[in-house]
Structure formats: C-alpha cells, structure tokens
C-alpha cells in the first residue's frame, strides 16, 4: 500500500462511521465471504464457433485444483472448488479430497453432466426413453456417491433438457419425469446434503427448456423437502428480469440454495462476473444482508447459508486471472452493499420517500471501498493486489509446461 | 355462404376425417368455448401520450352491456361480461345483473381497480403505509360483496403494485403484505368462488412489480388454497417467454384458473389477441386441448374450467369491430388445435421424431378452418360473418348519438 | 463540507496525479458540461394508468421556466430549457425568451408535438391523408418560426408515427412521406440551426415504428445535409441493444447531434438518468470524452457541440428534486468517465490485453467522484449539495400555492 | 394427390379468382422462387455445450453437394449451394464447378471464415493487431478468386468480430479498420460481383459486435457503392425488432441484397426458417412482393434480385430432411404472400380503415396453400411431397455408409 492508503482508510472510517456504519463489522463480514470457483472454470471453453486453446490449461482433475488453490492463496476467498463428474471422474476420490485438502481446498459442490453424452440429446431425465431417464438418474445417484466421498455437502442440478420445436415433446409429461427423477435422487441424500436446483431460461433447448425458470424451480424443490434449493445463475433470466427481485423472494421463502455467479448483457454470456452491469450485483447483495439481519430466523439462516460459487465461460480471458479478477468484482460490490446503513433506509421506505430512499442505497454504491477491502486483505496476510500477485509469482509461465488442452466451462 | 362454401366443407370433413379427425366432435368443442369481454373494453383507452376520443362510445355501465350483448348476438360465443369497480359501480347490482340477463349476458368476473386512487400512487396492497393497505383490502372485500349480488363467481385480481427504483420499497416486507391482503380476502370467498390472481413483467413499475411473474402468483396461490389460481395475460411476459410452456405447468398443477387474451410484439401492447403472432395462440390452445384429454382428473378439470377472457386496450380501432375481430381469431386459432391429431403426435413423440412430431402440429395449423367455423355458426343460426353482420346492422350508427366518452380499459 | 472533505480532496488530487490525470483539466471540463432541462419535466407526467397529479406544479410556460432556474442556480449546470409546442404556446415569444433571460437561461431545442392533435390518431408526417401530412409539416415549420423568436437554434423531431398491426399502413410509402416532410422543413432552416432527428423502439406504435432506430434516423439525416443530425434518447432502445456503441459510431460519423437521458430497465420507463445502470451512463461518457480527444477534427467538434438533454417521465417523484438528483447523477458519471487514463488504455487495447484494457476503463469508475464534483461546486460558488440546498430554499413550500395541476412530460 | 385434392385445387382456383388473384401467375412466381443452401448446413453442428456427430454427414465438399443436389431434385428450388472458405477448400475449384453442374447445381455465394483461426480470437478485420487484419484482407480476396474460378457471383462476409468488455477495443477505430478491410476487398470485385454485408446483434462477441445491426452495414455498403448491399440474417436481431419492416427499409434504398434464413424463439437459434413464428416470414415475403409490384425501378429490380439463402444449424435434426422441410416452409409462406390482394389492401391503407387493412393481410394467410403448392410441383414433375420421397428414395441408408463426422454449420 502506498501511503496515501493509510490515510484514506482512516479517512474512510471516519466517513462511515458517521454514517452509523461499523467499519469492523464490515470487514469481519466481507472477511467470512467464501466464494466457491468451478474445476471447469479453469479449462477451455468457447462458444459453438469456436473453442480457442490455451496454454497452460489444467491436463488433469489435480491441475484444477492447483489453479484453484492458487486463486485461495491470493484472496483468501476461495477455500473451496466445484467438481463435474465425468469431467473430474477419478478412481480414488478419497485421494482427490485429500489432494485439495493439503492444498487449503475441500470440494464444494458435485455437478452431474448431464447434456454431454450422444443418450442425452433429447433429454435427460425428461427423454421420452426410459432407459435414457434411468441412465440419468443412475448418474445423479453416483454423484451423490461420489458427495460422500469427496465429503461435498451439495448436489448441484443443471439440465440441459428442452426441446427445440413446438410438438417436440409432450411437455407435461416431461414435468412429471423430471419430478420422478428428482424425488428419486432426493431421497438418496444424506441428512446434512443439499440438493441445488439450477434453471435456465434456454440454451440449449431453443423452443422449451424443462426448468426454465425460478418459479418451475422453487415448485419442485417445494415437492421435494427442505433439502432442496433453487441455484440462481444471474445469466439465466430472460431480457430485464429483476435478478435481485427474485433472490429477495426465495431468500423469503427460504429456498435460495446458491449462486452461479456471471454476468450478460444478450443471453447467457457468462462473462466475468460484476463486468457488465456492476450495480445489478450490488442490489443482490444488498438483498442478501437485508435478509441476514432478518428477525425471521429461516430468513437470516437462509442468508447465511447461500452456496456462492462462481461459472463462467472464458472464452478469451487467461483462466487464472479471470478468475482472481471475478473474485475481486464479488468482493468490492460485497463491500459496497455492507455500507447501505438500513435504519435509515427503512425509515425512508415508510414514509414513502421514494428519492431519499433510493439515493440511501445509491449512496452505498457509490463509495470507492478500496481501504475496506484492503483492511481485511492486509488483517489476513493476504496480497493488497491479488493481480499483480499472480503476475508476479511465476505461476503463469511455470503451468506452460502443461501445453496446450484442458477441458470444460 | 358462396355455393363453394359447402363444397369447401365437404372436402374439409373428407380430409379431416382421412387423419382421423372427429369434425362433429371439433363443431361440439368449438360451440361450446366461451369468452367473456370486459366492459372496458368497450370503452376509451389510450396510451400515456394520448387518448383518442371515439364517437359512439358506451357512458355507463348499461350501455357497455348493450354493446357486449351486440358482440354476444352475433358470435354466439361471449355469453358474459366482466366488470371493473368502480368503474361499473352502480346503486343497484341486482338491476345490472338483470339487465344482462335480458340482453343473453350473466356477470363474469369482478375486477377492483387498486391503482387509480391518489392514495395507490405508492402501492395499494404492498403500500407502506397501513392505513392505505388497509383500504385496498377493504376495496377487494366489497368486490366479493359484488360478485353475491351480481352472480359473479371469478374475483380477477391484478396488482399494480411495484416500484420503481431500487430501495423504494423494502420488498420482502410488500410480498408478505401482499400475501396477508390475499390471504383475509381470499378467507371471504363463498365456496364457489374463484380468486384469479394476475401476474405483470412490469407497468406501472418500472424497477419492480411485486407479482411480477407466474411463479410468485402461483406460490400465493398454493398457500392460500384450491380456490385460488393464477390468471395468466398473455401480454404479462418478458421478450422471448414461451407462454404456452407456463399454461402446460399451471394446468398440471391444477392452477391455471383464466386468460386475460391480448397480442404483443414489444411490451403490454394490449393489441388484439392474435394479431402479432397467430401461432403462439394456436400452441396456448394446444396445451390446452391436450389438457383436456389428460386421464389425470384434476387436470383435465382445470383446463375445462378455464376462464377464458378478453383484456386489451383498443387505442385506435373501433371498439366493438376490435372485439368481434378478437373473437374470432380466438376461435380460428382454437379451431385449428382441435385438428391436432394427438394419437398420432404421441407416437412420434414416444419415437424421439423431432421433425415428425413437430410437423404433426403444424399440420394442424396450416389448415384453413373457416368450413369448421361456418359449420358451428350455421348450426347455431349464428351469421357467418359476424363482422360484416355487425357492419351491416346499423349498431355503430345508431351508437353515434352517444357522442364522444366513455371510460376505462 | 465537513473537514475530512478537503483532505479527501487532498488524497483525491494524489491519487489522480499519481496516475497521471490532471485534475484541474477535470474540474474545468465538468463545470463546463451543460444539460438541458425541459419545461414538460416539470409537469405531471404518468403512465397509461394513471397521471398522479402533485401541488406546485407549473400552471404556465413561465412556471416551468421559473423552476428550471431554481434547478439552474442550485446546479450552475443547466443553462438553457426545452419548450414543446403548443405546450408552451404564447402569444409573445420575445417575451418568454427575455423572461427566461432574466432568470439566467435561454430557451434550448424547440420541439414540435405531433401526437396529441386527434387529426395524428394515425399518423403526422406520415398519415395517409395528405391533408394531415400537411399539417404536420406546417406544424414544424411554426416551429422553425419559434426558434427564431426565442433564440434557439435545435429543432428537435420526434415522431409518435407508427401503426398497431400489420399491413395497417404502407411502411415504404410511410417512410417517403417522412423524408418529404423532413425535406421541407429542413429547407427552412438558417445557417446556424441543428435539425435533431430522434428514432424510438416502439410506443405508440406497437407494430412498426416509422423512426424505428438509430439507423432509419441516420439515413435521414444523411440525406438532409449536414444540419441535420440524430439524437440518442437512452431509452429508445430494444433490450440489450448496446447503446454507447451506437454513440461513438454516430459520433464517428459526425452525426451525434444530442441526447434525451433518462433511464430504463424493460421499455421506455423515462426513469431518472443514472438511476438503473450507472456504468451504461458512464460508458456513453467514455465513448464522448474518448471523441472529444480525437485528432480528426470533425469527430472532436461533433463530440463538443452534443446537445445534452434530460427527458423524464416523473410518474411518481417530485419534479424539481427528480431534476436535480438526474442532473447529479449526470454529473456523476461524467465526472467518472473524466478519471479514464486514455493512454495507458490505448496501449493495452493496442496489446490485446483484454484484462488490462476493460480493468483501465473500471478503475475510473470505481472512484469516489465527491470530491472532483465538490470542488467543482466550490470554485463556481455552487451549493456542495443542490439537493439540500432545495429542501432547506423554501421553494418547495412556495409553489403549493400554485395548487394541483401542470402538464407535458 | 388423393382424389380430393384435384377439388381441392379447383375449389382454390375458384376462390381466388373471386378475390382477383391471378392464380396461374402465382404458380409462376411461386416456382421461380430459389433458394440456396449451404453447404456447412449438411455438416454437423451444435450448441457450445455439444455437438452431437450423426452418421451419414458428408466428408467432404462433394458429398455435401451430392446431397444439396438431393434437396434441390426433390423441391425443385435449390439450385445452387453457398460454400465456406476453408471449408469447402479444394485443390481445383473448376472441378468442383462441374461436380456441382453435372448435379444440376451451381455454385453460389462464396463465404470466408474469419473467425476459426487462432489468430481471429480477438477479430479478423477488426484486430489491433495489423497483422492479423492484413491477413483476414488477403483471405478475403483469396475467395474473390476462388468467386471467379466457381463462377460466383457473390461475396457473403459475415465478421464474428466484436468484444466482450467495455474497453476491451477501441470501438471507432476498429470501426474504420472494419471499412478500411471492405474498401480493399471491394475493389477487387468484377463488375457483375455482389458484396453481401451481414450484421448480427451479438454473439459470438458479448459486449459489442462491429456490425451490430443494419444501420451499420447499409452505411458501410452506402460508402462503397453499388455492388455493396445488406444480407439479413433473420435471426440476428434484438428481441422484438420488426424485421420486415428492416426488409421493407432496404428494398426502398435499393440495398438488400440477400437473406440468411432460419428461425428463432431467443437469441440466434438457427431453426428451421418458419419454424418459431411463421406469419412472421409470411410478412417478410409481403414486403417483397410489394417491392416487386413497385413503380420505382430501383426498388423492384432490387427485390427481384435477392439472394435467398438458408443458414441454420441443425443440432438435433437430421440433415437433409431439415433441409426440406425449411425449402417447403419458405415456399408455403411465399406461397401466402403470392395470395394479399394489394389493390384492395391498397386502398384500405388510403381509407385509414385500421382493421380492414389488417385483415386484407392476414386473409392472404389464413388460406391453406396446399393446392397451389401442389400444382406448381405437379407442372414442374416434382414429387408433391418432397419429404416422403425422401425417405422412400434409399438416400437415408446409403449415406450411413459414410460413417459419423461431417463438418460446418
């Protein structure tokens, strides 16, 4: 830190705490945030023109894990990393979990895949064939095997099924196939395992997509129990949802499972989170601590208990940095929701003041929290820059040994 | 009919019945779907920049009915006729109710207005201030008082409420107003009523609306109880949302309970119903139908119950041409899907036959179902043109002594 | 200013110099940044619902011309005010042009209605009735006849023309009549008058739009001559359209001749400028200080000489404070886009480095702007906070006496 | 055709003369109507997520001529094929000619690949990099060689060039690269060369795409002059865009030059053209037809000269059928067109009669163009169902001895 730093935190205590803000609760608070990053997120990936290679992609389900853990190291937000199953199938996941476990990592969540196998072009658990059904549910149940293994305590759901014109499929019945299967899979869980439902406006199905929203979400994982959730992935909405409007109502419901945490501008661009519209990603967290301070204690543990993991699809970004950088975006838009001071926020809401209530919370937005962040990074003994921490460190040449591969997204 | 009229039907029920279409049974099916129009429909309606005033246009509420009752007569197909309060407030309901039971009408759905009060400016049942809550359940409470005298069995809800900026409104607090006014008017209901709860994308709130899609309006609905489903405007939905995938989930979950029918290529154009996008209506119908046949009683019960509703905003057309026109677009569409050959649809379904199912559909539309149609009317004594019949009454002449005004939308 | 502020000024300048911004160049280009306010902003204004009618509001074109001063002093930042004919129709123009004088502006664009005659139900430029045509072009050129009186050298065109369903009008004979009338009207034109010629999306045309977008208004304009040029209003667009692209190519092409700011989030909501997304604001800044720099004279001269406008639809705010918290969040962003280190930008986008460039662009825009703006305030004897100013003036108090009334949007 | 459909026709011909259509003309202009195929649309392709490999894809240039030759001996309407650099790259390009002539084909529009090589990551013309710009230049000229050896006559450039991140690019200067790469290649074109810009919204660029929409390509081919004209892909819009009234715009400025057809429900699907929203290309093709009846020359020769052009990718359809299905989509729904009666519409439009001329269009529609489909097939000797003599002619079977693998979208 330069030395003009010290000075504006001190500056910037001051300034908050005559807002009413607890600076040190804030960074204890943007300290606790853990942010889980993908093993995919690490490998290729592209669009359906074109998969651009780069060098120095992870070979292996354990060169994941190294970029992962390097990502931990650098912002100390990351302890730990989402599998795919078959893309990180190994024989001994004991020796996985371990691996990741000297290297300051445990596995978060387990992903099935579900899309990529030629039985599944029609569907998955929702093909008119039963046997493709069944080959789906069998693999869902071997990921909940492998959650014990590897120790994870989520299952996270994304279907790709849909279909692509109207008459294709028999969409109710399709309903009914994808409960059939979820109930199966739920009651395979173990107590202390979540089940996080993903939905997806389209893409890959263009005329119909199974779980195509929240509400298609939150209505089986109701059916389901209590250890099913909704997994929000910010890109899956259709043009001007309200992101945020939908968070606050699950938070409300006590379904909001997770995040996959991206941004768009079109469809689902899954660009570095945070890039395209940063105040969107703000006015979701400042949703998310409104809940935490919630006297409904379902509400606050909801809140508390929110999986935010990060997936993305690095089309032309360096993986390990997009990744750092995608934390970094999380963190200062986390930052900026801790500084809404919500008394007086909410006495403005009743009295219907409508400017002074929207500028309460704009003027949480707007604060440079730079000190903020930088007081938790140095508390913790972590790099003031985590960029040009990766930069410097030699990672980045030394993984060019491994070529060029990798796989995912 | 033109002497090619018959032939024409001749050769339809030919070659409907070479694919194994019952035409008797489709000329049932089709005599026997009703729609209701509003009343303000037949009234002024506008845009924020203007509205145009039309000569001829109804006063009060009895001549709103004498118009319906004219769109009754001569389609054969829009037996009832919702009202708007206080829009169609009157000192003597019993005396409206029997005024369109002289003219062929009965009373369908009550709609209270909660959004052209000064006091719901800020939201009528998620306002902040109690006081105005307070009177908006009120309002709905009257309106079942409505629907005792008048023989409405249908409370049609729609919420105006939103914001527009984030931090206006605390907006988990509005959802849980909102369920507790849903929850002491639905505890009002007669056993045979329905409440119809509306859903909006967005308009008048332009941040957030707090019913702002099918899934929040079905979840209010589930809590409250079997009385409650959720009226789906056709209109009410984000770019791109396949509407007809939303009506196939509610009536599996027994909870589509209406329509409000309107087109749309932008936003809420409020157009009329089949103009910008034939087929998308004509897939609507096709869920529908295919509910109807559905072994599952419960779902086959709500899509015969089903409240089909005419709700759009005649901006430049003349007001009861535009109904007449709305009308049978419905039946045109509706007509078509009965042509579905939906044994033959499952099998190639049953197959994975993308192409092959898909084209079992839109065989179905591609035909022309004006013999199918003419049929029904002739059977019923009905014109076959029921807009040349209305041109060629005198109604619109006569109308014209109403001069210019009229109200609502 | 309470203390911390000049030594956040302090820190500020050191910051900002250590990456080689020149902070006094800064503060002279934002107090130079000059927003038009319009007359009709300060009137009731609603959606097709309901227009909510607030106390204070202008009763006359001097009201509203008394209130763009009061915003005028408090901001130092709006010198000049939009009228709209006949909204503000007077008999002595000279004498409107000396009372805005007086009060330290001058009438800005002038701006011809052409959508609440009932003669424009279908049309002006481009009805099918010659006669009405005709109108619509007498209309503009009454218009150019204004500019002259009252000073104003920006003629600014919005057509509401556009048809409801397909085949309604005759689209390329539509789009002929428009290019004759523009044609005519711009012939009118002295030397040192601007034509600016404003597209939309859609509304009140809800199929086709004669105007439509960007590039209909270009083409026009390009046949025009150079007096004529297209302006941007933000919320014209369809959804995801990238608005700050369609700047710089405008500007590139020495076509951008102004802006209508407001914000949206689904269609034309004409929410508060800022409000929604503050980095797409930002980002259009970017793209017009990135012109102003550019050594091709005619793309720098374009950039200076944009006309800035706000136009809003204050459904629910008060009017003057919605004013000035729009002209606030202009400043803003302004004053963001001022921090882009535009050198070391060119070198990263020179080197592809995609991280680097798109991190160049974001660290502007995570500063903290007080202190810039603050100064900026300081030196020209401005109010540190308009907004307070206004509260703690007593105008506020002073206009109810005006009663309940107003007009335009 | 079964007994009924020679009444059928007859009955059709009857009707239609009643109305004044001229049907023995529709037959001719419906069966001049062509279309072209690609060849990458016989390849396989997918989404980003998987493409799924079919057996019988071609392996090469001649095979996928071997099969457009099937489509086109099938439909009748296909007698040419577009071709991909390097795709469809060949040693002797004059062999490859007489493949496609000994087929009863030939070669149409030429299309380079700027956006597989490594090097296009981030943009081809469009590159900071000159290098790479001046090769994407070369390898634009290269296929103007490759034009003249096949006897093309077309040039079809679409640029995946874009960012995706603010400030990732310049946005003006890659503007005048992107002009300063058209004007090399343009004046390489002979005389009778046609240079067919196209333009896409987004993808695969998820900020901003170079040429975003048709206001961008009509200017860039205005600056190059008359060889220069617009390709319209229809699925390369924002949600809601009017296409037809853009096809309308460019036929008036006598710059559409071509068509990509396909269909879609979101973003860029490349569905089967009619597939999602058939009165939509039903309203295209009126537009055409309009422009062909015109007065003005230019307009009509320039309708008269559209390229027509499949370009849609096939994720789960297989091959060839797909491709017939679309030929007989865009036929059924010119078929359609050939039916508006435009004096009668012409003179609703003159009467202002809103819903008269609505319905003028959509009569054209509604009919079941079966009969005059049928009789242009039956006078041309062509199956009347291409799709069944398809699957009875073997040419499934013997392809599947190709094996999987394939190429292209």
């Known amino acids: 830190m330069k030395a003009w730093s010290d000075e504006a935190y001190t500056l910037f205590e001051i300034q908050q705490r005559d807002r009413g803000i607890d600076v040190d609760a804030a960074v204890r608070r943007l300290s606790a945030l853990a942010v889980e990053t993908p093993s995919w997120g690490y490998g290729d990936s592209g669009t359906r023109f074109k998969v651009f290679q780069k060098e120095g992609v992870p070979r292996n389900p354990y060169e994941k894990i190294d970029d992962a853990a390097v990502v931990h190291q650098l912002t100390g937000a990351c302890p730990s990393v989402a599998i795919h199953i078959p893309w990180d199938k190994v024989d001994d996941y004991q020796y996985l979990r371990d691996y990741a476990l000297q290297r300051?990592?445990?596995i978060g969540a387990v992903n099935p895949n579900l899309f990529q196998d030629d039985d599944y072009m029609l569907g998955s658990a929702t093909n008119a064939d039963a046997v493709i059904r069944n080959k789906a549910i069998r693999h869902m149940l071997e990921c909940v095997d492998v959650m014990r293994e590897v120790g994870s305590s989520a299952l996270s759901l994304w279907f790709a099924d849909g279909t692509n014109y109207p008459g294709q499929g028999h969409i109710r019945r399709r309903?009914?196939?994808?409960?059939?299967?979820?109930?199966?899979?739920?009651?395979?869980?173990?107590?202390?395992?979540?089940?996080?439902?993903?939905?997806?406006?389209?893409e890959p199905g263009f005329y119909h997509t199974d779980l195509a929203d929240w509400g298609m979400a939150l209505q089986a994982a109701n059916q389901l129990g209590g250890q099913a959730q909704v997994?929000?992935?910010?890109?899956?909405?259709?043009?001007?949802?309200?992101v945020e409007h939908i968070v606050a109502y699950l938070l409300d419901e006590g379904k909001l499972g997770g995040f996959h945490f991206n941004s768009r501008k079109y469809a689902d661009d899954d660009l570095i989170v945070g890039a395209m519209n940063p105040y969107e990603l703000f006015l979701i967290f400042y949703q998310i601590l409104d809940a935490e301070r919630d006297t409904d204690g379902l509400v606050a543990r909801t809140a508390y208990e929110i999986?935010?993991?990060?997936?993305?699809?690095?089309v032309i970004e360096p993986k390990i940095p997009a990744m750092i950088r995608s934390?970094?975006?999380?963190?200062?838009?986390?930052?900026?929701?801790?500084?809404?001071?919500?008394?007086?926020?909410?006495?403005?809401?009743?009295?219907?003041?409508?400017?002074?209530?929207?500028?309460?919370?704009?003027?949480?937005?707007?604060?440079?929290?730079?000190?903020?962040?930088?007081?938790?990074?140095?508390?913790?003994?972590?790099?003031?820059?985590?960029?040009?921490?990766?930069?410097?460190?030699?990672?980045?040449e030394k993984i060019c040994e491994r070529g060029v591969g990798g796989s995912g997204w």
Request: contains cysteine; hydrophobic residues 40%.
């Open 307 to 314: 999986a935010y993991m990060i997936d993305q699809s690095h």
């Open 231 to 242: 997994l929000v992935d910010i890109g899956h909405h259709a043009p001007g949802t309200n």
């Open 104 to 106: 300051g990592l445990r």
């Open 175 to 202: 309903k009914r196939w994808l409960q059939e299967a979820l109930t199966e899979v739920y009651a395979a869980l173990d107590p202390g395992m979540r089940m996080l439902i993903e939905y997806k406006f389209f």
């Open 327 to 396: 934390v970094c975006n999380i963190q200062t838009q986390f930052a900026k929701a801790l500084l809404i001071q919500h008394e007086e926020l909410q006495d403005l809401q009743a009295k219907n003041d409508v400017l002074g209530a929207e500028h309460a919370v704009r003027t949480a937005f707007e604060f440079d929290v730079t000190p903020l962040v930088c007081r938790m990074r140095e508390e913790r003994g972590l790099p003031m820059d985590p960029m040009r921490a990766y930069y410097e460190s030699g990672y980045a």
